[in-house]
């Protein structure tokens, strides 16, 4: 599966994750700058925020209840808001696009 | 001739220090060394989903040991770091191999401490740090053993939810009068005590330890009071000694943990130090300190890598916690430490509220049971140090919105 991160100067990350790995255990094992990941994927810190694009909202779907808590909190919320640990990377999500904030924190 | 780091210490500040090494663009050769054999992983789950057996080995690693490869990353694992030659910029392997460094980095985390009593070492007697540490505890975790737990801090509440829900008989020991008594106020203490005692804790405050008696294994815990509690296993955890015996040995200047500033920097300028083993400077605290947690651990090694690379950024963040027990998700941010005012906004009955802890008015920490946001918006406020009215605080027909900004 083939993702695309990109930060806001438009640099362009492009990494390959394996199905079943989260979009933010991809963004940290690729080094891609600007994605905490802070709690380990425990949906509890909201430090890997990220704007899905707008193309692929429907297939990243919309963020459970806790996940819509936490992310009430961050900086730059969007309607394409999403925490990166809770999107897992399935067939139907090669490809995926999301973009990042200017900051996590 | 490339530089080289060593990071000695392959846990999560190690493993985070070395990929933000190359995330800032360091060229050089990253030698990451760990004295167990797994490649680094996430201990938090180690006293939730692992010891309850609903989270696999694998899904601990932070990254699969492939990915060290492909950042040119050597892992080297099962192998301890025997001493320090700052003269000559070499580490020493239990292997006798000695390994050449031009900036060294320390991040050896801490262990148990250990109950000092005999029979503290019998094979039914357990910590909670290590991966083989769960193991061999997770063998003897059973349904129907009586399971009495020394220390009422997170690991030891933890412990115990997990050994509720594996319907264990579960006892817990705690020596001062309320449980997390280091780590929050009398209210949330209360709290946890009505919540462990209603899910079938039998909870003994104030009660400490006098000995462990038995054949080969402990048979019985022995409180000071003379009441004897009978034990088939009994988990230890009374707080975390910081691995600081390789900084000492080398000459570096140690107090409860490696002594660092802001900048991760030890007193030596060519050995920077990260996570639980340090003592250091927090830029938004304005004192020291030495926190157990990942999120420090995380972002001191992320400070020391900069250093490394010779870039300033301050170690300055709001200090903040999780705990998981029962279908509890327990946040707190900043160090109530020092309080003069609690406000409770929501309900301790519904497990729904925020504990703001105020300080002269300002809002020091918060910590939150079932509220995220409020965690998110409790994590703002504590970073602005903002001053809020308390009645607004305490009233839930005031959006915590409109007070966080």
């Given amino acids: 599966m083939q993702l695309t991160f990109i930060d806001r100067s438009e640099q362009r990350y492009v990494v390959v994750a394996d199905r079943g790995m989260s979009v933010m255990q991809a963004a940290v094992e690729n080094l891609v700058p600007g994605i905490l990941g802070d709690c380990g994927g425990a949906c509890a810190c909201a430090t890997c925020h990220v704007h899905v694009d707008p193309e692929w909202m429907d297939l990243a779907g919309p963020p459970s209840e806790i996940e819509a808590q936490l992310l009430d909190g961050v900086l730059d919320l969007r309607p394409t808001s999403r925490l990166a640990c809770q999107i897992v990377v399935n067939d139907s999500l090669d490809g995926l696009v999301v973009h990042l904030p200017e900051s996590q924190i | 001739m490339s530089t080289v780091t060593v990071i000695v210490g ?8 070395a990929t933000a090494l190359r995330q800032h663009g360091y060229a050089g050769r ?8 797994a490649p680094p992983y996430r201990r938090p789950p180690l006293s939730k989903t692992y010891l309850s057996g609903d989270t696999a080995e694998e899904a601990l690693y932070i990254r699969p040991r492939a990915a060290y490869d492909k950042q040119d990353i050597e892992l080297r694992t099962g192998v301890r770091v025997t001493a320090i030659d700052r003269a000559a910029h070499t580490v020493t392997l239990g292997n006798d191999e000695s390994i050449r460094y031009d900036k060294l980095a320390l991040t050896t985390g801490g262990r148990p401490r250990r109950l000092p009593l005999a029979g503290a070492d019998k094979p039914n007697v357990h910590y909670v740090r290590t991966l083989a540490d769960i193991n061999r505890l997770r063998e003897q975790f059973r349904p129907g053993r009586r399971l009495v737990i020394i220390g009422g801090g997170y690991i030891g509440l933890e412990a115990a939810s997990v050994g509720i829900k594996k319907e264990l008989q579960v006892t817990l020991v705690e020596a001062l009068p309320r449980l997390l008594a280091r780590v929050t106020g009398p209210e949330l203490s209360g709290y946890y005590d009505g919540v462990h005692r209603r899910h079938g804790v039998d909870i003994r405050l104030g009660a400490g330890v006098e000995a462990l008696e038995g054949g080969e294994r402990v048979e019985s815990v022995v409180l ?51 996570g639980d083993c340090t003592n250091h400077d927090n830029g938004f605290l304005g004192r020291r300190v030495r926190l157990e947690s990942v999120p420090n651990a995380s972002e001191q090694a992320r400070v020391a890598a900069a250093s490394i690379c010779g870039k300033r950024v301050p170690h300055a963040g709001v200090p903040w916690f999780w705990s998981d027990q029962y279908d509890l998700k327990l946040q707190m941010v900043g160090l109530s430490q020092g309080h003069d005012r609690v406000v409770i906004r929501g309900s301790m009955e519904a497990d729904s509220f925020a504990a703001f802890y105020l300080k002269d008015g300002v809002v020091i920490a918060v ?25 607004a605080l305490a009233d839930e027909s005031v959006a915590l919105k409109s007070l966080a900004a």
């Fill in chain 2, 10 to 17: 392959a846990g999560q500040a190690g493993c985070d220090l």
């Fill in chain 2, 30 to 37: 990253i030698v990451l060394i760990g004295e167990e054999d």
């Fill in chain 2, 224 to 274: 000071q009071d003379g009441t004897r509690l009978p034990a088939d296993l009994v988990i230890v955890g009374i707080g975390l000694v910081p691995n600081t015996e390789l900084a000492e040995q080398a000459g570096l200047e140690v107090d409860n943990g490696i002594v660092v500033d802001l900048y991760a920097q030890t007193s030596d300028p060519d050995i920077v130090a990260a």
């Fill in chain 2, 367 to 391: 910590d939150t049971v079932n509220r995220p946001q409020d965690f998110m918006l409790g994590k703002k406020m504590v970073a602005a140090r903002l001053v809020v009215d308390p009645a």
